[in-house]
Structures are given as structure tokens and as C-alpha cells.
């Protein structure tokens, strides 16, 4: 009924899921798992080798370091996909925007973000809880962060990650959810409790020369969007996303280029961010700030 595919790169938090999956999923299922230890391969070619040997009609690409909290949480999403022949792929968290300013899912509004996960590094847990609309469990959007995705292997069969633009192990999931989301409908469940055993992700130099990639790929793909979104909203994505990388460890030349290949100077309501994503960490402001806090 369920096929769960995963990369895995540490036997231990694989062990645990594996166990966790089997207390908590509540449907026949199979684990298929690449150990990437050894061959470092790239994300999409992983779960693409992954779904091709996948038995079952319904495909859960997976992170290995995560809990479930929900019980029967697969029984929920079988009977979903059941119901509604045209839902293709959902997750945990996601957005109903995706801008053509470099960003990931992420877009710090509460209207158009949607997710119901909660990121722990074993010190500090961040909860990102966002159930406004308790009217329904279930929210449209157009992309999808890649900790959890479930969708239909006749959809992946149509999209397949794009091994060929994405090498490495970022916007796997916004490629893949935003192609899925022009051919049929994405939805992010908000009664699926996740826990990330992160603090966030890895937001370093990776990250942003994959998103140069992959931004310079789909430029005349974006913005994508469903429902409405406010005039003037990729000044505040861009904002959003200066204000989220300003810390982290994004080598000095590549975010000259952030600032550059987007002409982000030409906006002066954007330069006070601009500064500070600059030189917030290069200059050791970061570090001094930190040491204050404590």
C-alpha cells in the first residue's frame, strides 16, 4: 500500500524510524532504503533508483532523521489519496507561493505558509505550528519542503526528480512539488505531527549555489502561486530570505552574487537588509551578538 524510500547516511537514526514507522503507520508498507554513506550520490538520483524498484502505488520520499508523533498518520493519507483522485503529492510544510526571488519554501507569512512540524536539535525546539484554518486538515499549495512527501508513483512517474539539474541535496523537493502542482493538486496536512530531529537545516554556501542553479533553470517558470497573494510580495521574499541567510555560514563572494544576479540594490527598501546579510557574520557582528545574548 505504502512504499517509504530513503537516503540514509547514519545506521542509527535509520534504525529508529524504521521502528518508529512500523509503531505509528498503520498501513502494509515497505521501507526501501540507499545506503549513501559510501557513494555521496545526489538526492534525485536516489529516490529515483528508489521508486523504480517500489512495489506499492503510493510513495513516501522521507528524511531518516525524523519521528512520528501521529498515530495511524499513513491509514489518514491512504484514505485521503483514496478520496481524491486528483491530490498528487502532499507533505508537512510548505507554501502556496513560490517566488522568482531566490528563496525555498519558506516565506514567513502565516497566511501563505503552511506546515505542522516541530524541529529539535536535542537543546532547542523550534515548533512550527500553523493551524488557522481548522476548518480543514488539508491546504493547497504549490511547494513542499522534502522531509516528508507522499504522492502517487503514477505522478512520480510523470515528474521524476530532475537528476540532471540538481546534483547535490537542495530544491530537490520545491523542483519536484512545483512541476507536480502544474499537472495536479499539492497539499500540505496540518494533523500529521512530524518531529525534525534538526535545527533547521543546512543553509551554508551548498545551498545557495544550488539555489543559483535552479533559480537560472526556471526563471521564466516563476512565480508560482494558488490563492491570493499580496501586491508586491517578492520585496518582502526577498527580505525574508536576506534576513534568514545573514547567519549563515554563505561564503562572502556567493552573497555578493545573492545581491547581484537578483539586482536587489535597485530597491532601497530592501538595502538595510542588504547590509546586514553581508556583513552581519563576515564582520563577527554574529559572534558579538551571541556573546551579548548570553
Known amino acids: ?3 517509504v524510500l530513503i537516503c540514509s547516511v547514519n545506521d542509527e537514526l535509520l534504525r529508529q524510524v524504521k521502528q518508529n514507522i512500523a509503531e505509528t503507520v498503520g498501513v502494509p508498507h515497505e521501507i526501501l532504503v540507499w545506503d549513501n554513506k559510501a557513494s555521496n550520490d545526489g538526492i534525485c538520483r536516489v529516490y529515483n533508483r528508489l521508486a523504480d524498484d517500489a512495489q506499492y502505488s503510493l510513495l513516501l520520499f522521507l528524511h531518516e532523521d525524523v519521528t512520528f508523533q501521529t498515530i495511524n498518520w499513513g491509514q489518514k493519507l491512504v484514505q ?5 483522485s486528483a491530490v498528487g503529492l502532499i507533505g508537512v510544510a510548505g507554501s502556496r507561493y513560490k517566488g522568482k526571488m531566490y528563496s525555498g519554501w519558506y ?4 497566511e501563505i505558509d503552511l506546515y505542522n512540524i516541530i ?5 532547542q525546539v523550534n515548533a512550527m505550528l500553523n493551524r488557522a484554518d481548522t476548518s480543514t486538515h488539508y491546504h493547497d499549495a504549490v511547494c513542499i519542503d522534502g522531509v516528508f512527501m507522499m504522492c502517487r508513483k503514477n505522478v512520480w512517474e510523470q515528474i521524476r526528480f530532475d537528476e540532471q539539474l540538481l546534483k547535490g541535496f537542495h530544491f530537490y523537493d520545491l523542483d519536484f512539488s512545483v512541476r507536480v502542482a502544474a499537472v495536479t493538486k499539492v497539499l500540505v496536512v496540518t494533523d500529521v505531527t512530524l518531529v525534525h530531529h534538526t535545527n533547521g537545516g543546512d543553509y551554508g554556501s551548498r545551498w545557495v549555489n544550488e539555489a543559483f542553479i535552479y533559480h537560472a533553470a526556471k526563471e521564466n517558470e516563476l512565480p508560482v502561486s494558488v490563492g491570493e497573494i499580496p501586491a508586491g510580495f517578492e520585496l518582502q521574499l526577498a527580505a525574508c530570505w536576506l534576513d534568514w541567510l545573514k547567519d549563515k555560514p554563505v561564503s562572502f563572494s556567493y552573497r555578493i552574487q545573492w545581491v547581484w544576479r537578483q539586482q536587489l540594490w535597485k530597491y532601497p527598501s530592501l538595502w538595510y537588509a542588504i547590509a ?3 556583513f552581519y557574520r563576515p564582520t563577527g ?3 558579538l551578538h551571541r556573546l551579548i545574548k548570553q
Open 1 to 3: 500500500m505504502l512504499s
Open 80 to 84: 485521503k489519496f483514496e478520496e481524491d
Open 107 to 110: 516565506t514567513s507569512n502565516k
Open 119 to 123: 524541529h529539535t536539535d536535542g537543546k
Open 276 to 278: 546586514k546579510f553581508l
Open 285 to 287: 557582528l554574529l559572534y
